[in-house]
T-cell receptor
Framework: EPEVTQTPSHQVTQMGQEVILRCVPI?????FYWYRQILGQKVEFLVS????????KSEIFDDQFSVERPDGSNFTLKIRSTKLEDSAMYFCASTMGGGPNTEAFFGQGTRLTVV | QKEVEQNSGPLSVPEGAIASLNCTYSDRGSQSFFWYRQYSGKSPELIMS????GDKEDGRFTAQLNKASQYVSLLIRDSQPSDSATYLC??????????????FGQGTTLQVKP
């Protein structure tokens, strides 16, 4: 069964360092997303991406964050200068379509720990 | 602010019983509703989607939607210990254009006791 894959599963980084989280969406899906979940809290939308452009982003997704599809398969989230409060699980998701009535499938997540 | 509300629980049911999980949402124009299961430390796993008022059944799971009351529920029949997890309600809000953005509730923790 097709699945979304994320690497690494766990990343530890020092405050102020840049991190890149990687995702390979399901191959015939066209819309890609990043969500995060701080320990014990809700899953929060960060950004959606379609046709090599950001289609929507949340207030959390500030100038420290960027996304890119560097090739035909990978979708990345970059955090330029990590803060302690960026420590969270980051989930990549993909959907076939972009409107309502479209089911999102999530990767297994990357646990980011900022020390 | 578009909100999705769930009782955090824990909801404890005996094995074999029906578990009933509830969710309300504030955005009246929302069209798509999803239930995800999340085991501790793992990612959300899609269980059910529902788009129209009424019931939708899939195996032991039934999703119910009442748009007038802005209420979504998930029933799990013949609950098993392996169903013990956090159940997340997610809504695709209006104003999201052509994105499939989801707003999640905080989740209800279900404990099924043998």
């Amino acid at each position: 069964e097709p699945e979304v894959t994320q690497t690494p599963s766990h990343q530890v980084t020092q405050m102020g360092q840049e991190v890149i989280l990687r995702c390979v969406p399901i191959s015939n899906h066209l819309y890609f997303y990043w969500y995060r979940q701080i320990l014990g809290q809700k899953v929060e939308f960060l950004v959606s991406f379609y046709n090599n452009e950001i289609s929507e982003k949340s207030e959390i997704f500030d100038d420290q964050f960027s996304v890119e599809r560097p090739d035909g398969s990978n979708f990345t989230l970059k955090i330029r200068s990590t803060k302690l409060e960026d420590s969270a699980m980051y989930f990549c998701a993909s959907t076939m379509g972009g409107g309502p009535n479209t089911e999102a499938f999530f990767g297994q997540g990357t646990r980011l720990t900022v020390v | 602010q578009k909100e999705v509300e769930q009782n955090s629980g824990p909801l404890s049911v005996p094995e074999g019983a029906i578990a009933s999980l509830n969710c309300t949402y504030s955005d009246r124009g929302s069209q798509s509703f999803f239930w995800y299961r999340q085991y501790s430390g793992k990612s959300p796993e899609l269980i059910m989607s529902i788009y129209s008022n009424g019931d939708k059944e899939d195996g032991r799971f039934t999703a119910q939607l009442n748009k007038a009351s802005q209420y979504v529920s998930l029933l799990i029949r013949d609950s098993q210990p392996s169903d013990s997890a956090t159940y997340l309600c997610a809504v695709n809000p209006t104003g999201s254009g052509n994105t499939g953005k989801l707003i999640f509730g905080q989740g209800t923790t279900l404990q099924v006791k043998p």
